[in-house]
């Protein structure tokens, strides 16, 4: 069953992260997650959600104990809309915890060098702040990920105005994007993966774009320690799309005290999109070498940081060598010894290094630099920039996008 969030909640969630101008005022009646999650189920199959998609979620007994899943009760909406909370686990000791409100990645915990677990992604202590997220913490965004100018956009004989939720830009799918939707979930596993599928019905004219998008979300967590994201979606209008993840990474594991400076970076990237001050793209694509913008050869993401007024919040041009899943970055991080590598079917992936993060409670606490971005997507803005890769899905054809993020240690 796909619902919506009633508007009345999702005004009172209004961003105050990276651009949104209001602050998001207390919630009233929601509960705390850590004291909602503990009527875990695995592979119940029972749930509300399942309603119309019959689960393929096996009993415990059937499962292979390498690969592990099990479905709790994260908390639930001001008005009683249960929040389902998946967690996976493989045998490399990977635990990676999903719940259905935005689709989102609430904590992926991998292990050092010495084997010790740790949280390598920003979340939330309470549900009160994963409601209003205004960060957009782990979650899934769109329509269109990133900005639009003015949030104005032409297809066809028609212009579409979109909400202008960073300034005068429309942000990440706008205030009431599909990371405050809540979507159906279910989860099934074999020898090697297991994967939750998440399904969301957006209906034409919803959050302004048009064309009724059937939208799926796969997260696959598998044995060769690899978190696979697979995105589909289809239209019965000439549309839109552009779908990505917003985890915040911080491979020290101490997100809280430490920032993400000497994190080492390579990007597979040979051009960059510069932006104009309100972070648009202005069209050009530029060479990184020689400029602050070079991370092909990897350096430390606080290098030369300083160079780059506000910090790093730019979409770099993936050079591809292989048509589909490419190789897009590498992270290194050398106290933990945890090493990220991110690759994508996507042209773009924006690195954004954490700036507005700013130490506020709905925040998550953490401060600007304590975590970085690396979001594979289309570029910005683009149905405005006709010379970049397309955005429009018609009826018909069929959204597809994959990115697969593989963790492992170097000692
Ligand atoms: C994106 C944008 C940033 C900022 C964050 C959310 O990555 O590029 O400018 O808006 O999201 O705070």
Redo the contacts with the bound molecule.
Sequence with gaps: MTRTLPSILILLMLCG???GDAQAPPIASVENPAESGTEAAVGSGDSEQTEQQPSAQPPMADQEQHMKWEHSEFGKTADGDVIEQYTLENSAGTVVKLINYGATIVSLETVDKDGKPGNIVLGHSSLEHWLAN???FGCTVGRYA??ISEGVFGLGDNIYTLDRN?GDQH??GGTTGFHKRLWSAEAASDDTSVTVTFRYTSPDGDDRYPGKLDTIVQYTLNDENELKIHYEATTDKPTIVNLTN?SYWNLTGKAASEDVLKHELRLQCNQYLPVTET?IPTGDMLAVAETPMDFTIGKAIGKDLAEVEGGY?HCFVIAREIEGLAPAARVYEPTSGRVLEISTTEPGI?F?SG??LNGQEDNGGFGKHHAF?L?TQHF?DSPNHPHFPSTVLKPGERYESTTVHRFSVFK
Excluded: V
């Design positions: 992260c990276g651009g205004p960060c957009y990133n900005r960073d942000l990440h917003h972070l919040d924006q954004y700036n507005f971005c979001e910005p």
